[in-house]
């Protein structure tokens, strides 16, 4: 596949995809990794505008996981859970929440002591629950080019190189 980086060896900080099935295939991609280093809990925040495509990165993290999960955004239940894999996936959504509070009635701290991978798409409105080790992945879309969309990775404000492989 053409896909700039997910197929090349090179270790890079971001890439570009062209459509769904690309943005979806580096979420695979980015799962794997994690699940290959194993440090678990892993957070990944997923940042970017409404209708970026951080649901479809999520879906493509969550199915590498969970193969064949039905994946929408959490949006009004502010976590899905997935448990058919070898480990659980927690998907947030933080869009709607008005204070850190709101996490924590939905029992978050339990969330997040488990073996389990967690993504939460607008993680950054809740800076207080994310550990300083948290990935985050920044989606942009290309102004010039409808479908693509530019996907930075980063581990404590510095680029993560993920070896993602061929
Ligand atoms: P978000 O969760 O960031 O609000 P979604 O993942 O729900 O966004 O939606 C992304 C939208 O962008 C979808 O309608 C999808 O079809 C469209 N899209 C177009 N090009 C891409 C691409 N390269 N990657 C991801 N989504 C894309
Ligand atoms: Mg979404």
């Known amino acids: 596949m053409m896909m700039d980086i997910c197929v090349s060896k090179e270790r890079r900080a971001f890439m570009w995809t062209e459509n769904v099935e690309q943005t979806e295939k580096a979420g695979q991609k980015l799962a794997e990794w994690l699940v290959k280093r194993g440090t678990f809990p892993a957070f990944v925040v997923l940042d970017g505008d409404?209708?970026?495509?951080?649901?479809?990165?999520?879906?493509?993290?969550?199915?590498?996981?969970?193969?064949r999960s039905r994946v929408h955004s959490p949006t009004f239940t502010l976590v899905n859970e997935y448990?058919?894999?070898t480990l659980p996936v927690f998907h947030f959504d933080l869009?709607?929440?008005?204070?850190?509070?709101d996490l924590y009635a939905i029992g978050f701290d339990d969330y997040a002591r488990q073996k389990a991978l967690l993504?939460?798409?607008?993680?950054?409105?809740?800076?207080?629950?994310?550990?300083?080790d948290a990935?985050?992945?920044r989606i942009e879309k290309d102004p010039d080019r409808p479908d693509r969309r530019r996907i930075?990775?980063?581990?404590?404000?510095?680029?993560?190189?993920?070896?993602?492989?061929?």
């Open 135 to 137: 990935i985050t992945v």
């Open 152 to 166: 930075t990775i980063l581990q404590g404000g510095k680029p993560l190189h993920v070896d993602f492989g061929s």
């Open 95 to 101: 869009y709607r929440i008005e204070e850190e509070e």
């Open 83 to 85: 448990r058919t894999g």
């Open 50 to 67: 409404l209708g970026t495509g951080k649901t479809v990165f999520a879906r493509g993290m969550v199915r590498a996981i969970a193969p």
């Open 119 to 132: 993504i939460l798409e607008w993680g950054s409105r809740a800076p207080g629950v994310i550990p300083p």
